[in-house]
């Protein structure tokens, strides 16, 4: 699998210096002169609009504007490119998942803006599609991966928050249930096998994150905070690494387990929208806190403590409790049922695999009995 070329544009944006930066980055990437824009319906249709308007030298076809992330949003994007015979340039968000599935299954490039710091798709050959039920993936990864500095320093906390809680799972409960794989070698598994170097790459920038942030607890977690830029250029380049690592091994295995199968499970069962990077920062928490309770001794070798996380999930403003998510006790009961269904659906072997195991005495059945149960005792409800 060929990996993504990156380019971080460090120019104020929509100056003239950004928009020659913008133009090296593509004739770099050289894949050609014309190409399918895809973009939001308000903040990224705007920055569509600017590069359209001031990037010379290239052709940009009037914006595809994507609401939701869905399968019929991709074929559009698909059809575009093919009937144009061109790559296909995403800017923005979930915007990004639709032009990479598009570009995909029309055999095309695509090139990515990335706009905020928010989730480790950036880079990935992974894609979240919304439709009766979330799913992921797999697709061709993106040519190339364009970041617009500038743009990243001035998101507001409440947008860098989500990118952490991202980050939370690659060194927590990710690493570990791909671990645990190894141990349980289940036939169901459609994953490849635990790889320490893939998995120490997806750890290392995440401590790092966290080594910002606690130097950055003497003061108030906002965009005025010192360190402040510091963080989000750790935090970009953590996320773009995380999508470099899937591209390695050709899965998300190594930066997505129980945590994420929460989110999923999130998405299909909580009547309003939760952020993907909240979701799974408080699924990691859940997570976490499972292989603490049914094999404690995987946590021993984390560089992180549980209290720790939790100080600095409290410092950096990521919803941990029910009440916080704005869910009901239904929802998020039906939401860790429904994520135990999703994993077995996509054949990854988690914490769920253990705690369900048919040669464990008395064998422990993941219901709504237990999910209510263990989500009232971790303080989650």
Known sequence: MVLPQIFRLEQELYTEGFYREFEDALDKLNVGNKFVVVCGTSYTKKIAKEIIKNVRGYEFLPPIEVENPTANAALKVQSAAEKENAPVLGIGGGKMDVAKKGASDAKKPAILVCTQPTHDGIASPVVSINGPKPYSVSVTPPVGVILPMDMMYKVPKEVASQGVGDAIAKIFTAKLDWKLSAELKL???????????VSE??????????ENIEKMKEGRFSQEHPRYKQFISDLVDALVNYGICMCTIGSSVCASGTEHLWAHGLTAKAKKYIPHGWAVGSGSIIAYELFQRYRPEYCEELPIKSDKLKDLIEYVGIPDKAKKLDITKEEAISAFIEAVKIGDERGRVTIFDYIRAP???????????????YLTDIGFL
Do not use: G
Request: proline share 11%; net charge negative.
């Open 187 to 197: 036939e169901k598994q459609k994953d490849p096998p635990y790889n320490e170097n």
């Open 201 to 210: 790459l997806c750890v290392k920038p995440t401590v790092k994150i966290f």
């Open 359 to 373: 040669y464990r005495e008395p064998r422990i059945e993941i219901d709504e009995k237990f999910a209510e149960q």
